[in-house]
């Protein structure tokens, strides 16, 4: 169990989860330090960074020295999608599983036990529309993932389990997929897209008609989950994988639900609804392990998360809703297009060096 004078690392803690986990580690007393590449700029961070110690650098070629004075990490590095795993699956494979195995014996080599891993529910495969794999789903389920980004997940956990000993606690987090508010917005995940959509489009567009199951969970939930999973003691969640979910929702029922919040406070929205087969997934997961043993109990509805969303889109000023920062892979396409055209370039606004003159123009 750590206590309240610990520093935690935080890595990738100015991203999406990142940045709401390091003001409630803040606020409960802990000294944070963040290690994040900062792709998507400050945003996540400006209003606390007099408070944390930033470490800008690429978890896969850290140094060593990142982890001085740390006693316990949260590793939410890595890339974080399907569609950015699938863009780029060396990077995907070196981030998510290489330098999470590497991060994680360098921390037990240091002395430092715990070890809190982002992982994902989606290693839980079943192609939408296979009733008779339509069960509930717990951490002992065997799992197969196909996708780049749940195989690199996956094999990270496996990784990181096989480190387990009285010196090295690793805890793994199954993580459904996350809705609500963060300094670090994104609009790629369902919730988040619903009302994205509902103020760019006025409609809820409803892929395979929203038949598919998902598990979901609010981010502040979530980042009260990665410190329940600080401070349970080590004998309870060493090398223990714990899913992490609100509830189970068909797509379809979500989208009526937000629908529903949304017209009660005056946003007129419409559902669409798409019944073509896009190969899209369908998973339901238990959470009663990380409820008696973590103590996790979700606390923040979908009413409420919506209703936080709607106030702080508008105080934060986030409503350029097509903006690529907003979406992991738009905005990973648009900085690689960039580093190409600076590549030749040499700069934006700069005037280029002028070339000595050639013999030949003598």
Not at 101 to 122: P, Q
Not at 234 to 253: D, H, L, M, P, W
Not at 275 to 287: A, D, I, L, Q
Request: net charge negative; aromatic share 10%; glycine share 6%.
């Amino acid at each position: 169990m750590i206590n309240q004078k610990d520093k935690i690392l935080v890595v990738g803690g100015a991203g999406y989860v990142g940045s709401v986990l390091i003001r409630e580690l803040l606020e409960k007393g802990y000294a944070v330090k963040v290690l994040d590449r900062m792709f998507f700029g400050d945003s996540g961070i400006k209003e606390v960074r007099d408070r944390i110690e930033l470490v800008v650098d690429d978890v896969r070629t850290v140094d060593p020295s990142v982890l001085d004075d740390v006693q316990s990490i949260v590793n939410l590095s890595g890339l974080s999608n399907d569609p950015t795993a699938e863009y780029n699956p060396k990077a995907n494979f070196e981030m998510n599983t290489v330098a999470t195995e590497t991060l994680a014996i360098m921390a037990k080599e240091r002395g430092i036990k715990r070890h809190v891993y982002a992982s994902s529910c989606s290693v839980y495969y079943v192609p939408a529309g296979v009733d008779a794999e339509d069960v509930l789903l717990d951490e002992d389920t065997p799992v197969d993932p196909k996708a780049a980004y749940s195989k690199s997940k996956y094999e990270a956990e496996k990784r990181l389990i096989a480190l387990a000993d009285e010196n090295f606690c690793p805890v793994i987090l199954r993580k459904g997929t996350i809705f609500g508010f963060s300094p670090r917005m994104r609009y790629d995940l369902v919730v988040n897209t619903f009302l994205k959509s509902a103020f760019s489009t006025g409609e809820l567009n409803l892929h395979y008609g929203g038949e598919m199951w998902r598990p979901l969970v609010d981010i502040r939930d979530a980042a009260s989950a990665y410190i329940l999973s600080l401070e349970a003691s080590e004998e309870k969640v060493r090398g223990q994988v714990f899913n992490i979910a609100t509830k189970n929702y068909r797509v379809s029922e979500l989208a009526l639900q937000v629908y529903q919040i949304l017209n009660d406070n005056n946003v007129d929205v419409k559902i669409r609804s798409d019944y073509r087969y896009k190969g899209v997934r369908s998973y339901r997961v238990r959470t009663d392990k990380a409820e008696n043993i973590l103590g996790f109990r979700p606390k923040i509805t979908l009413s409420e998360s919506i209703l936080n969303m709607l106030e702080m889109i508008e105080e934060y000023g986030y409503t350029d809703f097509d903006h690529p920062r907003y979406y992991n892979i738009k905005w990973m396409r648009m900085l690689e297009e960039a580093q190409e055209i600076i590549k030749k370039t040499n700069s934006i606004f700069e005037m280029p060096e002028q070339k000595s003159p050639s013999p030949a123009d003598d």
